[in-house]
């Protein structure tokens, strides 16, 4: 293993994707770790922004079907730029909503409980916002969550093993949601067998890929996963609060949505302001109301750079990241009682590290303040994020090295090991 700070340099020369850094609004003396919480602002993003400020400025209502990008049609043109993100057919995805709103839609569209199948399957290590929205899915149909909602256990608390979950696909299953990749580990759950598993014994299953669209490749159309869904402001860099997707199985097409709503139209007969909804043929049957056109409009220019850059070249890229950082943490922090707690192999590890330590919480003030920003996780999990579009081999090389010294020095002690109002 290299540890010179040179080797760092060389990689970063020889990197295919070193150009993309210059897109994004980069700080001097800051290295930005936390881009599976919030990506990076990029001038192409921006620059999407002022151009639909300027279509309202400049067509007003005319904007909805006049202008570069129509405002009818732009939940579509989206969906179509992030179907080869998650391998998906471009009718099958669709940009609106937010995450939990998308993911109620769903639910409510795809959990139909009958005599016998009336529980749905969640795993114990999901992020808080689906399991709520799963129990509050269930209460609606008049079930009790303490009794038709199963969450898979972990035996470590940070992984989940296949075989956990496949075993928990009873006869009175009715729907699963998985993620794709757990928010705080990492781990990349292997979302084609789980698949091809529940449809074995008749049970429709979607992801929530938060923390993986944008970071792994994806074949949910080959993997005939039913439904998935995601927020586009972390390793897509949309920017906060903005506008989420998902993705529907063709197979699906045809079936009216559990929530319905105006843009749950067809196009075609959405003005003939009919009382009874004729659903659109594709997914965007799963909207609901009006896009949130400013919210939306960083997607054109974020992902107008992940298909120059392909998702596969990215995903090569954040691998060679974040072996790079757990080599380095191996050799320079053995003696501070660090544990990575993220998976080692290239298979089920997704786009960061994750760490344990018993002062984490400190630990991440401390970084902060020497100009790292990483992310914790209660009780003792700080997440690193080296993002291919626009971190560098040197600014990890940086970081495993601020930290050694943070930790040689002990300057975390002088922070309170706990949270702050958002971690």
Known sequence: MNTEKTYATNLDQ??????????????????????????????????????????????????????????FYLSEKLGSMTAPLVGAKKDEVIVTGSTTTNMHQLVASFYKPNNKKTKILADELNFPSDIYALKSQLK??????????????????????TEDIIKAMADDVALIVLPGVLYRSGQILDMERLTQEAHKRNIIIGFDLCHSIGAIPH???????????????????????????LYVNQKHFGNEPGLAGW????????????????????AGAYQIGTPHLLSAAP?????????????????????????????LIDSELSDYN???????????????????????????????????????????????APVALYNTFEEVWETVHILKQIMKEERYKRYENKRGVIA
Request: hydrophobic residues 35%.
């Open 140 to 161: 609606l149909k008049g079930y009790d969550p303490d009794e038709h909602l199963i969450q898979v256990k972990s035996s470590n608390g940070n992984t989940l093993e």
């Open 14 to 71: 020889k990197d295919n994707l070193k150009d993309f850094r210059k897109e994004f609004y980069t700080s001097n003396g800051r290295i930005y770790f936390d881009g599976n919480s919030l990506g990076l602002l990029s001038k192409r993003a921006e620059q999407a922004v002022d151009d639909a400020v300027n279509a309202w400025k400049k067509y007003a209502i005319d904007g909805w079907t006049e202008g570069e990008h129509p405002w």
């Open 219 to 245: 074949q949910l159309s080959e993997w005939d996963v039913d439904f998935a869904f995601w927020c586009t402001y972390k390793h897509l860099n949309a920017g906060p609060g903005s506008v989420a997707g």
């Open 299 to 327: 997607l054109l220019g974020s992902l107008e750079m992940f298909n120059e850059a392909g998702i596969k070249q990215i995903r090569q890229k954040s691998l060679e990241l974040t072996n790079y950082l757990m080599e």
């Open 263 to 282: 843009f749950s139209s067809a196009k075609e007969k959405q003005f003939d302001m009919e009382h009874t909804l004729t659903p659109a043929n594709d």
């Open 338 to 384: 660090f544990t990575v707690a993220n998976p080692a192999d290239e298979v089920t590890r997704g786009g960061h590290v994750f760490l344990e330590h018993k002062e984490a919480a400190r630990i991440c003030k401390a970084l902060k303040a020497d100009g790292v920003v990483p992310d914790f996780r209660t009780p003792n999990g700080i997440r690193l």
